[in-house]
């Protein structure tokens, strides 16, 4: 169910309604709310001109003179309307608590939230706290709004305020955490329309995440001593271990998913045969062989109940002592806003808007290209006018082993005041020498103590 908010200064001309029913049509929406209809009766505000020739239903707020005016229109199959209730939207919190289910809030709320919200204009501090009191009180977020900064903007283009908005509760957040918000252009109006997409879009498979209830698997050792062993080709030793360490991850990826679905499976039986034995023991008594089955299987439970919190916990980046409790919903809440706001739904390139997995990824491999391909084709070679170069004799020398009698000379013409310090260092062959003078150094200076060993 896709939704539209859309603020048109006035319903009385028809190809604003033309406007809005192509959106509807293009983007196929549930729900359209439209601000400032500027209609006084309803009786001469034409519906059907916002929709099309398909099954629906609204409920409309008549302006006050040339001020003001709300219509929403909605698909009866998707949404239901239980009642219809007039208040100020201070009262909205009583509202919420009169109804169960997911909640979305949309439309011109003439109010920001933070002072980089409006530009040229004049900022209420106190305005906007009371707002976000509201928000958080309520529990409500609201979705990073693409493709511009502001909602509204004055005639003149000198005023620009973000006062249009979709706010909707956890419980919605949780059933379309990937739901892109969009600012439409402006079409005969100083308001942005927003569009909510709620459908899917697959952007490809979730990246690589290790969980720490893995760790309490006992094969999980040997997936992968097995993948990591199992790479043994001749590549220089950064990329042997890139190659690795994507083997592991390759063989980390099915046991992972395959310990997942055992892990569901047999949560759902053991509670299943749990809550067989707790109807049974509501008519009969339990033996004792029952009641040792059903503390086995509920300790079982528990422990899988342990390791979903561990893998929640590690998703939501955040520790049980922060929050205080072990909320499984807050968690989720946490991991949804995360995806919310970590998700790139689109990207502007040279001024167009991509927002097709397709084509984003395309364009964003194409960016990158360009800014590493080489630009310079025909390099400069490299010309050798004439410099000095060793001969292959003084090639060879350079990478010759070191002769004992290079290494007593070396010794033996140091010195006996060079020594750095090195008293009680001993050598009992030229081989010793040999390795001390790579370690050490040529000025050693230890003739004596070398002659006194006898060398």
């Known amino acids: 169910m896709n939704f539209l908010s859309a603020n048109i200064r006035g319903a009385g001309d028809f190809s604003k309604a033309e406007h809005i029913r192509n959106l509807k049509k293009k983007n196929k929406l549930g729900f359209i709310a439209i601000q400032e209809t500027q209609v006084s009766n309803?009786?001469?505000?034409?519906?059907?001109?916002?929709?099309?020739?398909?099954?629906?239903?609204?409920?409309?707020?008549?302006a006050s003179g040339r001020s003001g005016g709300l219509l929403?229109?909605?698909?009866?199959?998707?949404?239901?309307?239980?009642s219809t209730k007039k208040q100020l939207w201070d009262d909205l919190l009583v509202l919420m608590g009169s109804f169960s289910g997911p909640w979305i809030f949309l439309g011109d709320f003439n109010c920001v939230r933070i002072p980089t919200e409006r530009k040229n204009s004049k900022y209420n501090k106190q305005e906007a706290e009371d707002f976000n009191m509201f928000i958080n009180t309520a529990g409500l977020v609201e979705y990073t709004m693409l493709g511009c900064a502001f909602t509204y903007v004055t005639d003149d283009g000198i005023k620009f305020s973000?006062?249009?908005?979709?706010?909707?509760?956890?419980s919605f957040l949780s059933l379309w955490p990937s739901a892109k918000l969009w600012g439409l252009a402006r079409f005969k109006s100083d308001h942005r329309?927003?569009?909510?997409?709620?459908?899917?879009?697959?952007?490809?498979?979730?990246?690589?995440?290790?969980?720490?209830?893995?760790?309490?698997?006992?094969?999980?050792?040997?997936?992968?001593?097995k993948a990591y062993e199992g790479v043994t080709n001749s590549e220089p030793p950064d990329k042997l271990l890139a190659a690795k360490l994507k083997a592991v991850k390759v063989a980390?990826?099915?046991?992972?998913?395959?310990?997942?679905?055992r892990d569901n499976l047999l949560l759902r039986e053991l509670q299943k045969k749990v809550e067989v034995l707790d109807l049974k023991a509501e008519s009969a008594t339990l033996t004792e062989q029952?009641?040792?089955?059903?503390?086995?299987?509920?300790?079982?439970?528990?422990?899988?109940?342990?390791?979903?919190?561990?893998?929640?916990?590690?998703?939501?980046?955040?520790?049980?002592?922060?929050?205080?409790?072990?909320?499984?919903?807050?968690?989720?809440?946490?991991?949804n806003g995360?995806?919310?706001?970590?998700?790139?739904?689109?990207?502007?390139?040279?001024?167009?808007?991509?927002?097709?997995?397709?084509?984003?990824?395309?364009?964003?491999?194409?960016?990158?290209?360009?800014?590493?391909?080489?630009?310079?084709?025909?390099?400069?070679?490299?010309?050798?006018?004439?410099?000095?170069?060793?001969?292959?004799?003084?090639?060879?020398?350079?990478v010759k082993r070191f002769s004992k009698e290079e290494i007593k000379d070396t010794v033996w013409n140091c010195g006996g005041d060079k020594t750095p310090g090195l008293d009680g260092l001993t050598f009992s062959s030229m081989e010793e020498v040999g390795h001390g003078c790579a370690k050490y150094g040529s000025n050693i200076g230890?003739?004596?103590r070398i002659s006194n060993n006898g060398i």
């Not at 979730?206 to 992968?224: H, I, M, Q, T, Y």
């Open 252 to 261: 980390l990826k099915p046991w992972g998913e395959k310990l997942k679905k």
């Open 42 to 62: 309803s009786l001469n505000l034409q519906v059907s001109d916002f929709w099309d020739n398909t099954v629906f239903d609204y409920e409309s707020i008549e």
């Open 446 to 448: 230890l003739s004596q």
């Open 72 to 82: 929403s229109i909605w698909d009866p199959g998707l949404f239901v309307k239980k």
């Open 290 to 335: 029952e009641l040792s089955d059903r503390d086995s299987w509920l300790k079982t439970i528990n422990e899988l109940d342990e390791n979903r919190m561990d893998d929640l916990k590690k998703r939501a980046k955040v520790k049980w002592a922060v929050d205080g409790d072990e909320n499984t919903s807050f968690f989720h809440g946490v991991i």
């Open 162 to 170: 973000k006062i249009d908005r979709v706010l909707v509760c956890q």
């Open 338 to 398: 995360h995806r919310k706001n970590n998700r790139i739904n689109g990207l502007e390139f040279d001024g167009v808007w991509v927002s097709q997995p397709e084509d984003l990824k395309k364009s964003i491999k194409m960016y990158y290209e360009s800014i590493f391909t080489e630009q310079m084709y025909d390099r400069p070679k490299f010309i050798n006018n004439g410099f000095k170069v060793l001969s292959l004799d003084q090639s060879a020398m350079l």
């Open 193 to 225: 329309p927003l569009i909510l997409l709620c459908s899917d879009v697959f952007f490809g498979k979730a990246p690589f995440r290790f969980f720490n209830s893995w760790l309490k698997e006992e094969g999980l050792a040997d997936v992968v001593r």
